[in-house]
Nanobody, 121 residues
Framework: QVQLVESGGGLVQVGGSLRLSCAAS??????MGWFRQVPGKEREFVAA???????YYADSVKGRFTISRDNAKNMVYLQMNSLKPEDTGSYYC?????????????????WGQGTQVTVSS
């Protein structure tokens, strides 16, 4: 059974930092990513990383967020710095076996349940 379990969300003030973690089990993914969603909007791409180490970021988070993976532990992390109110949302970890479409939610086959991040001003 494939499972993705996120942790690390919470409430943080503007300019603060959070580190999200995602534990994957049941399968090793070619690429893993993070997406976020707020009520009434589509789930949007945040960051992704291939097993070989290539990374991809949404323009809105470049320079502030860093994605990393521990392939041995089947974990993926999202270090979020200089947080802004617009970073508020539910953050989802995702995994894919595909070798393309890393920056699109339709490219991912497996999803976690999400963890809430709230940035207060």
């Amino acid at each position: 059974q494939v499972q993705l379990v996120e942790s690390g969300g919470g409430l943080v003030q503007v300019g603060g930092s959070l580190r999200l973690s995602c534990a994957a089990s049941g399968r090793t993914f070619y690429a893993m990513g993070w997406f976020r969603q707020v009520p009434g909007k589509e789930r949007e791409f945040v960051a992704a990383m291939r097993s070989g180490g290539s990374t991809y970021y949404a323009d809105s988070v470049k320079g502030r967020f860093t994605i990393s993976r521990d392939n041995a532990k089947n974990m993926v992390y999202l270090q979020m710095n200089s947080l802004k109110p617009e970073d508020t949302g539910s953050y989802y970890c995702a995994g894919t076996l595909k070798t393309y479409m890393f920056v699109s939610r339709i490219g991912y086959d497996y999803w976690g349940q999400g963890t809430q991040v709230t940035v207060s001003s």
